[in-house]
């Protein structure tokens, strides 16, 4: 069993920049992020291995959003940059075993960081 732990969600204005940190109770192979707006699934928006190789984002954050992780802490982070008002949306920290897209392939979940973006 793994937990995560999310934080450094918050209220920031367009343009900002907020990095988002999930810090796990044991090894990861595959953290991923997801993000879910009201009304609207569960979006992928990136992940990364252990090694850190293969990061992958989804097209609309591409180049504006950058994963990475400390292993020896056990953690990972979403810098996130020219945030923008869609990208307002509950943030969710995920661990798996497999590099996918689908928030069914992961195992673990954290309990979510609040992202607000105003104009």
């Known amino acids: 069993q793994v937990q995560l732990v999310e934080s450094g969600g918050g209220l920031v204005q367009a343009g900002g920049s907020l990095r988002l940190s999930c810090v796990a109770s044991?090894?990861?192979?595959?953290t991923g992020w997801f993000r879910q707006a009201p009304g609207k699934e569960r979006e992928f928006v990136a992940h990364i291995s252990w090694g850190g190789s293969n990061p992958r984002y989804t097209d609309s954050v591409k180049g504006r959003f950058t994963i990475s992780r400390d292993n020896a802490k056990n953690t990972v982070y979403l810098q996130m940059n020219s945030l923008n008002v869609e990208d307002t949306a509950v943030y969710y920290c995920?661990?798996?075993?497999?590099?996918?897209?689908?928030?069914?392939?992961?195992?673990?979940w954290g309990q979510g960081t609040q992202v607000t973006v105003s104009s």
């Open positions: 044991g090894r990861t192979y595959v």
């Open positions: 995920a661990a798996g075993n497999r590099l996918t897209v689908d928030p069914t392939g992961y195992d673990y």
